[in-house]
């Protein structure tokens, strides 16, 4: 099969426009000179050694020019540009053809002006090899596209020089590729001279020049590939400059050192444009392991003394439940005392903190276990976890296949693997030998292949053919044709990139069986593949590939058998099977976007408004421009629309939301593209109305009032509680609640996947799919289920050995012995809640213990108009603030009902003591009936009051409350109601 590209693709188009007419004006012009002296001609170069580019404009012109594609492209403008200076960024997102416009700007540049020398700078061999593969299959289409035009291109070879001298007197199009290492090192110190590369260094067979030199007499276009992994130092940077650019051009999804930007196709503007694939993230997460004695290493911090590290560790909290949290510690400190007394961490005192880069860890006084970054202890089985990656990463491989085989889209997957040796290594004779993912691989793919429903698979290639053919192995070799770890950087690595390479149409052909690819370090940049649909990460660490990078191999849109690209997110999906939460992976990636791509979530720029274009209301034609948008963005700050950074805030949501911005009077008419472009930035985040938040004052002619203060008296007595229960009964009825309630799941891997979506207003998931695995754990010592009961309980360990040993549950302890500890707690201390509350009796502490009226006057209440704030007149405030639809409701009916003649909601501060912890009731009401009675209540309001619709923690407290009351007094009553209709016809 041979790829097809579409040369009608606007955003490409645009890109290549964007550099082409930085140079309008300049006429064509070939310039013509020889390798032997001849007679300067009018207008050529003053040299005789070749042919090159010549630049007619100067930097005002070129200036005008640039300024006029920035506001073209909604870009901030430049505002000098000196003639030393003509550096330009195109910023475009990975999978968008940023290579194919590059070559293709070159045949603009020479269709327009006549420029034809251009050499392409690039960071790794692997985006060397890449570029030569582009400039191979796009021959064809670029001489149909340009009338056969002739140029030529080649890898620069210190071997081939002969190819330098052709790039310089030829007057056709020359590409040269070259690796930034093969001409950094340049020295003027003759003794130093042999350490130069060679195209520095003088030649006999070039008269005594330097291959340089020949270069830079051609003026050349320099495109930079990558820039932020080309020029990023000094010497880079020099050896940049020593080609004699006529100007540089840089190509790349995150520019590290910004120049005249003129084109820009973020993150956000592909996945909106469905340029890319949309991605989904699945992850892997153990569930209910908190049995050992779990730790990883999160950071090290030796900016202050003492030298800190913060570790992740399974913490119990003061209800004994069992979390993982972040917490820091210093040499010294007990981990069993920062786990809440845990005794699984027993001994685990810290001992030494190194922060040397690169052997960053944390050891202990008493234990062998060494922490060191990302690599957590005590965790499932990593093995496990990764033979699941890869049963579930062939699972959605099928599960697409299922859907595109029958479209002619060949289906691939991508391993990134920690170790070769995983995958591939050599026996004592040298004879390779399956590894241990090879292995696994084969096993579940054996397994998925023969279900029933992946039988109708496309002419039933996948079950005819033999697992060993469907996957293989990417890697470097050494002389004896060994695969071997690498950094992705090395001369041996060419094995492998030559490989994939020259495979690449291959690969998206069926006649190819395979498509698993596993990979170690040589697939991370400069390679992808249209058709990668699976990226599956089996390294140790989370941080060891970024997630752009990791993102980046799978990208691009898909092809089918004709090599024709195929649109729609429907096809298009990425799965990323992340070592992590799909919450971490986007928390990360949105990260990743903010500091690579510069990409401001939620943020109005100066510039934002400035490619607008004008209404005829205006008078005027093109753009509003960057004045005029400057004055927008400054009225948006004055109206509190964002900040003074340009973030978004609350009152543009609600003006948005409201269709209703405002805007100075001269920019009215362009008012729905500034509000269509405000509404893409706020995004699809949520919108909280804090307009309309108000302090809420006191309402001091209720709060004077001689009825207020008699409610008050009645009301505003402490008490202390005593309680009684029966042991025996609550063993009876503890036992026979363990045997129905408990419920103990074995530790479980649980598979979730999400899928994101990238916009200005961040990166958002949203879950797809939930399943789980159990997990074998590793035997482990039981903990001391006594002592966690007496302390969860406050019991005698003779009643807890008795509830346990007579619940007949104990055989459920070493399923999961944490989870069966906190659920035992749980249960055991709901009976004794409402036993306790059964027996409790409640006793007035004096008339002196009480909640004194003026405590009013300290409150300090906010609420929200149109949200949870009810205007008052019968209240002690001028507004109720209720906290649910109920409370507003009763509130409505309290200050519309005229036997109702003042209330107060219970503030915070009042509380009556329970076992259960402090219970605030709602409301405290005086209630006239006949036109003389006084009545005096204390109201708790619910949705429901019926005890079988209460929670048990609900109505134990009701119950509280109410012999709360009866021991203060007796001329107050203590009521739940769920409608006030019928609370008032009882009174």
């Not at 000094?234 to 120049?259: F, G, Q, W």
């Not at 990323?576 to 401001?600: C, D, H, P, T, W």
């Not at 949203?766 to 039981?782: F, P």
Request: hydrophobic share 35%; glycine share 4%.
């Amino acid at each position: 099969m041979k790829l097809q590209f579409d040369s009608k693709l606007d955003f490409q188009k645009q890109a290549v426009a964007s550099v082409v007419d930085l140079f309008r004006g300049q006429t064509p012009n070939h310039t013509v000179f020889t390798v032997t002296t001849q007679t300067q001609q009018v207008g050529l170069l003053d040299t005789q050694n070749g042919v090159g580019n010549r630049l007619e404009l100067d930097e005002e012109e070129i200036l005008k020019n640039l300024q006029e594609v920035q506001l073209r492209n909604g870009l901030p403008q430049s505002l000098r540009l000196p003639a030393i200076d003509y550096n330009f960024d195109v910023e475009m997102e990975t999978g968008t053809g940023k290579t194919y416009v590059y070559l293709r700007t070159m045949m603009e540049l020479n269709k327009n002006y006549g420029f034809s020398k251009f050499i392409i700078v690039v960071p790794s061999l692997a985006i060397k090899e890449g570029v030569y593969k582009s400039l191979q299959i796009t021959y064809d289409h670029f001489r149909e596209l340009y009338d056969n035009v002739v140029y030529n291109y080649y890898i620069y070879d210190s071997s081939k020089l002969e190819q330098v001298r052709s790039f310089a007197v030829s007057d056709n199009i020359e590409i040269m590729v070259i690796n930034i290492d093969a001409f950094r090192k340049s020295f003027s110190d003759p003794d130093k001279v042999n350490k130069a590369n060679i195209i520095h260094r003088e030649n006999d067979r070039m008269n005594g020049m330097r291959p340089i030199e020949l270069i830079q007499e051609t003026n050349p276009f320099v495109i930079i590939d990558e820039p932020q992994s080309v020029d990023t130092t000094p010497k880079a940077k020099e050896a940049i400059k020593s080609l004699n650019p006529l100007c540089t051009l840089r190509y790349s999804a995150t520019h590290v050192d910004k120049h005249h930007l003129v084109y820009k196709l973020d993150a956000i503007d592909s996945f909106e444009l469905e340029l890319v694939k949309q991605i989904e993230v699945a992850g892997l997460e153990a569930r209910e392991q908190h049995n050992q004695a779990y730790l990883k290493l999160v950071s090290v911090d030796n900016k202050k003394s003492p030298i800190k590290a913060k570790i992740e560790m399974d913490v119990q909290d003061n209800k004994g439940a069992v979390k993982r949290k972040v917490v820091t510690v210093g040499a010294g400190d007990d981990l069993q005392e920062k786990a809440g007394g845990r005794e699984i961490y027993e001994n685990y005192v810290v001992n030494e903190i190194n922060c040397e880069p690169g052997n960053e860890f944390l050891d202990f006084t008493s234990q062998e276990t060494v922490l060191r970054l990302d690599k957590p202890v005590g965790h499932v089985d990593a093995l496990f976890l990764k033979e699941q990656q890869i049963r579930k990463t062939i699972e959605e491989h099928l599960d697409k296949e299922l859907l595109l085989n029958k479209q002619g889209i060949k289906v691939l997957s991508l391993f990134f693997i920690d170790k070769v040796a995983n995958y591939r290594y050599y026996d004592e004779q040298g004879n390779p030998q399956k590894g241990i993912y090879a292995q696994l691989f084969e096993k579940h793919y054996k397994e998925l292949i023969l279900q029933p429903k992946y039988a109708t698979l496309v002419e039933k290639i996948d079950v005819e053919t033999p697992a060993e053919e469907v996957h293989d192995g990417y890697f470097s070799a050494d002389k004896k044709g060994r695969v071997k770890d690498t950094t992705g950087k090395t001369q041996d690595d060419e094995t492998a990139y030559n490989l994939i390479m020259k495979k690449k149409e291959a690969l998206l052909s069926f006649h190819t069986k395979l498509r698993f690819i596993f990979s170690h370090s040589t697939l991370r940049e400069g390679w992808d593949n249209p058709n990668v649909f699976q990226i599956c990460t089996l390294n140790d660490t989370k941080s060891e590939v970024k997630k752009r990078q990791e993102i980046g191999r799978g990208l691009r849109l898909c092809v089918d058998q004709q090599g024709q690209r195929k649109h729609g997110f429907s096809i298009n999906t990425l799965t990323v099977m992340a070592n992590e939460s799909y919450e971490q992976f986007a928390e990360a990636l949105q990260k990743e976007y903010e500091a690579e791509e510069g990409i401001r979530f939620g943020v109005i720029e100066k510039h934002t408004f400035a490619n607008i274009t004008m209404d005829k209301a205006l008078k005027a034609k093109g753009y509003i421009g960057q004045e005029a948008s400057e004055e927008i963005v400054k009225y948006f700050q004055a109206q509190g629309y964002i900040d003074s950074n340009g973030k978004v805030q609350d009152a543009l949501k609600k003006a948005i939301k409201e269709k209703d911005i405002s805007l100075p009077e001269a920019y009215v008419p362009v008012k729905e593209a500034v509000m269509a472009l405000s509404k893409k930035i706020c995004g699809s985040l949520n919108i909280k109305n804090n307009s309309d938040k108000r302090k809420v004052e006191l309402n001091k002619q209720v709060f004077l009032d001689p009825e207020f203060k008699t409610l008050w008296d009645k009301v505003k007595y402490k008490t202390t509680y005593s309680v009684d229960f029966d042991t025996d009964e609550l063993i009876e009825e503890g036992c026979r609640a363990m045997q129905k309630e408990l419920s103990i799941t074995s530790p479980k891997l649980v598979y979730t996947k999400a899928r994101l979506e990238i916009n200005v207003g961040g990166v958002q998931d949203y879950e797809v799919d939930r399943s789980s695995v159990s997990v074998k754990e590793i035997d482990t010592a039981l903990p001391d289920i006594i002592a966690y009961l007496q302390n969860a309980t406050n019991l005698t360990r003779k009643t807890i050995v008795k509830l346990l040993v007579d619940s007949k549950t104990l055989h459920l302890f070493k399923k999961n012995p944490q989870q069966y500890m906190e659920q035992a707690a749980q249960i055991i201390t709901a009976k004794m809640r409402s036993m306790i509350v059964d027996g409790i009796k409640y006793t007035k502490i004096g008339e002196d213990a009480y909640y004194a009226q003026e405590l009013f006057e300290e409150e300090e209440l906010t609420g929200y108009l149109k949200k949870n704030m009810l205007a008052s007149q019968k209240s002690v405030f001028q507004y109720v603030v209720y906290d649910s639809d109920v409370e507003e409701s009763f509130a409505t009916s309290f200050e519309n009902n005229n036997r109702v003649k003042l209330y107060a909601k219970l503030p915070n501060w009042f509380k009556i003591p329970t076992p259960l912890g402090s219970y605030n009731p709602d409301w405290a009401l005086l209630i006239e009936k006949d036109g003389t009675d006084k009545l005096y209540f204390v109201v708790e309001t619910k949705g429901s009051i019926l005890e079988e619709k209460l929670r048990p923690m609900e109505r134990s407290k009701i119950e509280c409350g109410r012999k709360h009351f009866e021991a203060i007094n007796h001329d107050v009553a203590f009521t739940a109601a769920d409608n006030f209709e019928a609370f008032i016809e009882d009174v």
